[in-house]
């Protein structure tokens, strides 16, 4: 295989998405997979799954493989093999609700057991999403920056709904794992407000199953 068709197959990285339920996991996945963000809340049950392809420094094309884990699957059996094996993780919670914060040391230890035998670690960004609704903030942004420097995190503040930096949070993981430094220049432009259409989702009450045929795959460049 010459060089330029080795360069033209994609890494993929497997990410995933955990933290409290309603934390804002699917927006964030929804708002970087696919631009769009729903006000109305719809519970994951199980997960689901977003791809989209990248672009890093140095032509280098990634598939994010974004992993959407509701959050009720804190207590369950198959949280672990969710989370094992990931090259990423973002581990997020709401500013607006101080327990979805308190709850992350139980995210957090979820992790790292799931990868207690494995020699490589995951890239763990802590993601402090709504900041749109920063006038109804209850966690202060220095216990946001104490948690990530005492367990050597990165860290990221977005809003799922504005599109703030929801981008450049996917984007600083895959460029982390990957050994990629981003510039001050690409990270400004990943910085920008998404201004997209609210998706009207139908209105059955009716919460997502996990049923793999059924699995919103989807592919957006
Ligand atoms: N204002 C504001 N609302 C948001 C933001 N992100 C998510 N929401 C809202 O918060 C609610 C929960 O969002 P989801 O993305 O469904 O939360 P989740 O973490 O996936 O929840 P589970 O499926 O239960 O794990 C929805 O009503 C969203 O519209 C944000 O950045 N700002």
């Known amino acids: ?14 990410i995933v998405v955990i933290g ?24 994951t049950i199980g997960l689901d799954f977003f791809l989209k392809r990248i672009a890093l420094p140095g032509n280098l094309n990634v598939t994010l493989q974004v992993w959407d884990i509701g959050g009720q699957t804190i207590g369950g059996k198959m949280l672990d093999k969710y989370i094992y094996g990931a090259q990423g993780v973002l581990l997020v919670y709401d500013i607006t ?32 999403n709504k900041i749109d609704l920063e006038h109804m903030r209850t966690v202060k942004a220095d216990k946001h920056q104490r948690f990530s420097q005492e367990n050597n995190l990165i860290s990221q503040f977005v809003s799922a709904k504005s599109g703030d930096s929801v981008f450049l949070a996917f984007q600083r993981v895959a460029a982390e794992i ?11 432009q990943s910085q920008h407000v998404v201004k997209a259409d609210i998706v009207n989702y139908s209105q059955e009450p009716v919460a997502r199953t996990v049923n793999p045929q059924r699995s919103s795959m989807c592919l957006v460049q």
């Open 178 to 188: 990957l050994g990629v430094k981003l510039n001050k220049a690409e990270i400004e």
């Open 97 to 128: 609700n101080y327990q979805s914060f308190e709850n992350l040391e139980d995210w957090y230890s979820m992790v790292k057991k799931a990868n207690e035998e494995s020699d490589v670690q995951p890239v763990v960004l802590l993601v402090g």
């Open 1 to 14: 295989m010459s060089d330029s068709e080795e360069d033209s197959q994609d890494k993929q990285l497997k």
């Open 20 to 43: 409290d339920g309603a934390s804002g996991k699917t927006s964030l996945a929804t708002r970087f997979a696919q631009e769009a963000f729903g006000k109305q809340y719809k519970q």
